[in-house]
């Protein structure tokens, strides 16, 4: 076999440099000064010479990529840094080079810009998932400092799925899929829909290739047949318009084939049955000629019932403005149109980019510059919020593909918030305070609860106190990411607070209990103590080690006998009385730092075990797990005596406050004969001794005569169970009540 021609090489080679070479870009830099196009070409060298003998898949030079990126961004009209950093955006990666060299080499901003798209590939982690969700963490957060960084990591994306092909088959879906939930998702998110159907058809295309085929030419077929029809549109939509001296641009238009495809997946159509294939964009000088268009349409055709929005006197969430109806077209062919002016067709299309693309004309630019600025300053927010890059990522992935609710506020200011938001998140929307302080909601004037979702047109104003404090609960129904961060990190915050009291207040009591009277204390002379201390335990602060304490991560008793030996240096010694007295009766009577149990609602570092589930009057005991807080278990329950037999050093004493602040529950079993009625006399029973029913459970004999009925009720200490249970007893049908207490074969 002869090798290949020789005259075939030198085309190809010819193709490969003019790819590869700095005219094909220079061509769509005429919107830069002189200057700056030098500062682009000397980036260009020095990432040409980076990537010196890298291929992409496609035997083209890798320098190709990086230049289409840039071109990319051209596009868009971004500024001289972003060029660079997008001819630049693989050399910290693939070559080796470092942040300093393109800090001395090109300044800065366009070092912080490459540093904010570089993967972080170099660091270990423990899976590829968080390794990912570190990476978007980084990229996400430059974006909000940085928008430039997005739109570069979009281009980059963007021929990275236009080459796919080249790519191996192993990689299609994890990249497509990358693309269809991530990429595109932001790219709407910012308004650059033109990207953000282009990923979405790309990413079809390789995640579905079979189904991508057969749409492709089912579209095609039909494209044929209504190619008329749509100019037919086209010209009586113009001579309508032209008849009342407007002046107006038409486009006909097509929808993705990703968007098709979804129409018949969630809808479960046939192609046949997508009758809304096509559209038309209408542009027009203004907003006012925008409205009288729309009536001129709707005289032309007949509009569709239901199908009509306005988006330009409520933009989207991202910027876009835009009138959409759907009319009844020629044979009966619904044709969606897009009515807007040229300022809103830019900013449809190009969203945040639309602020470089308007720089020549800055009066123009209404908000454009604005765009996505609410949601990228959320982004920091949360970031504030959440260290956990996996925690982050999942906070923001509920803020990426939202449906928009436009709700008012009492002042009639527009509010747009994720479909299914509620009136805690619309409450963190306005300000993290007035989430952190929300006890109520009022929704069109009446009072509703927290977890009500939010419809289109509703105002809803917030009722807060100074007192109140983020609930737990929220967590379960909240929608928005910023809301969600919020609320953990405060639960986080607060459970950290009181660990570390609990924690102070347990290593005082194995204190008491080494004859010391009391902890020292916070003054410049007792530091070095705590500071010997902490080095001790190898805690970053005094803090952390109480909260280490609280926590159950570290034994009180082993740090009081550290800290005695410390006090002895100093001269002070354990008081003999105070320790005998301490030892001889720690069995009778609790100790002065002992903790005593009032089951405030927000002490979450104190938990009640619901193996066995303790309420006031009952003999108690506390075991201080690792790492899950202070347990209150009964002093009989079968599982604190296996913990007890086990791990006894964990054990401290506890005792009921005075005066509780809350119910508790506890478990109840009801014995009755089975009929008509029964449980609502059981319920009826409950009510009337002033108790709740938090939970029911039966067993399933409905054929049987005796039934039994498991309840978890709410109530203030164990006279108030036992006026229940004799309420229980007197009720007809009712054989026997008894206290679900725990056996020695049930577990924990």
Request: hydrophobic share 40%; with cysteine; aromatic share 6%.
């Amino acid at each position: 076999m002869s090798a290949v021609p020789p005259a075939v090489e030198p085309p190809v080679a010819a193709a490969n440099a003019a790819a590869a070479s700095f005219a094909a870009l220079e061509a769509k830099l005429d919107y830069l000064e002189a200057a700056d196009v030098d500062l682009v070409r000397q980036a260009y060298r020095f990432a040409d010479q980076a990537h010196l003998g890298q291929m992409r898949g496609n035997g083209e030079p890798y320098i190709t990529h990086p230049i289409s990126v840039a071109g990319q961004c051209a596009e868009w009209k971004l500024d001289a840094q972003a060029l660079m950093a997008a001819l630049l955006h693989d050399t910290l990666e693939d070559c080796g080079v470092a942040k300093s060299d393109l800090l001395q080499q090109f300044g800065p901003q366009v070092a912080e810009l490459v540093d904010g798209l570089t993967k972080l590939d170099k660091l270990q982690f423990t899976t590829r998932e968080e390794n990912q969700a570190e990476s978007f963490r980084k990229m996400l957060l430059a974006m909000a400092r940085d928008v430039r960084v997005i739109l570069i990591k979009l281009a980059d994306r963007s021929h990275n799925m236009r080459t796919m092909g080249d790519m191996p088959r192993s990689k299609w879906r994890r990249i497509s899929t990358e693309t269809l939930e991530i990429y595109a998702p932001i790219a709407h998110r910012l308004g650059l829909n033109q990207t953000y159907r282009e990923l979405q058809d790309l990413a079809f295309r390789y995640l579905k290739p079979w189904r991508y085929s057969v749409l492709l030419k089912a579209i095609s077929r039909a494209r044929q047949r209504r190619r008329d029809l749509i100019q037919k549109v086209q010209q009586d939509v113009q001579t309508a318009l032209a008849s009342t001296g407007l002046q107006a641009h038409t486009f006909g238009r097509e929808k993705t084939l990703y968007s098709i495809y979804r129409k018949m997946d969630d809808k479960r159509l046939s192609f046949a049955q997508v009758n809304d294939l096509y559209g038309v964009r209408v542009i027009l000088a203004d907003t006012l000629h925008c409205y009288t268009a729309l009536g001129l349409l709707h005289q032309l055709y007949k509009p569709v019932p239901g199908h009509f929005k306005d988006y330009i006197a409520i933009p989207k969430i991202n910027g876009y403005q835009s009138l959409h109806t759907t009319l009844v077209g020629p044979a009966n062919i619904n044709v969606e149109f897009q009515i807007r002016t040229e300022t809103m067709d830019l900013v449809a299309e190009s969203g945040v980019a639309a602020h470089w693309l308007y720089k020549s004309n800055p009066g123009d630019v209404g908000g454009g510059a604005e765009l996505g600025t609410q949601w990228l300053q959320s982004l920091l927010d949360i970031q504030r919020e959440t260290r956990d890059a996996a925690e982050f990522w999942e906070h923001i992935r509920v803020d990426l593909t939202p449906d928009e609710v436009y709700v008012f506020t009492p002042r009639g200011q527009i509010m747009a918030l994720p479909q299914g938001a509620t009136t805690v998140d619309y409450a963190y929307a306005i300000h993290s305070n007035v989430g952190d302080h929300t006890i109520a909601a009022k929704v069109n004037g009446e009072q509703v609860p927290l977890r009500t979702e939010l419809q289109n047109g509703d105002v809803v104003e917030i009722i807060t106190a100074p007192v109140s404090s983020p609930n737990p609960a929220w967590l379960g129904f909240v929608r928005t990411g910023r809301a969600r961060s919020r609320i953990r990190h405060h639960l986080k915050s607060l459970k950290q607070n009181e660990s570390r009291e609990l924690g102070e207040k347990l290593l005082a009591q194995a204190l008491r209990a080494e004859g010391m009277g009391q902890l020292p204390g916070n003054e410049a002379a007792d530091r070095p103590i705590w500071d010997k201390l902490v080095r001790f335990t190898g805690s970053r602060s005094r803090d952390d080690m109480l909260t280490d304490i609280g926590l159950g991560k570290r034994s009180a008793g082993l740090l009081a006998k550290r800290l005695v030996t410390l006090l002895a240096a100093q001269g002070i010694k354990p008081d003999a009385l105070l320790l005998t007295r301490e030892r001889y009766t720690a069995h009778e009577h609790l100790s002065q730092g002992a903790v005593i149990l009032d089951g405030a609602p927000d002490n979450i570092s104190i938990k009640y075990a619901t193996c066995c589930r303790p309420i006031p009057g009952d003999a108690v005991v506390g075991y201080l797990g690792r790492g899950e807080g202070l347990v209150v278990h009964i002093e009989d329950c079968a599982v604190a005596r296996r913990l007890l037999h086990k791990d006894a050093e964990r054990f401290i004493t506890v005792s009921w406050a005075d005066e509780p602040v809350r119910a508790f529950h506890a478990g109840v079993l009801v014995t009755v004969v089975n009929g008509k009625g029964v449980l609502a006399r059981v319920a009826t029973a409950i009510a009337s001794a002033e108790a709740d029913i938090v939970h029911l459970g039966m067993t399933d004999e409905a054929a049987q005569e005796a039934l039994e009925l498991r309840f978890v009720i709410a109530v203030r200490d164990h006279a108030h169970l036992d006026a229940v249970l004799r309420a229980l007893r007197r009720a007809q049908s009712v054989l026997r009540a008894t206290r679900i207490v725990p056996t020695t074969t049930q577990s924990g």
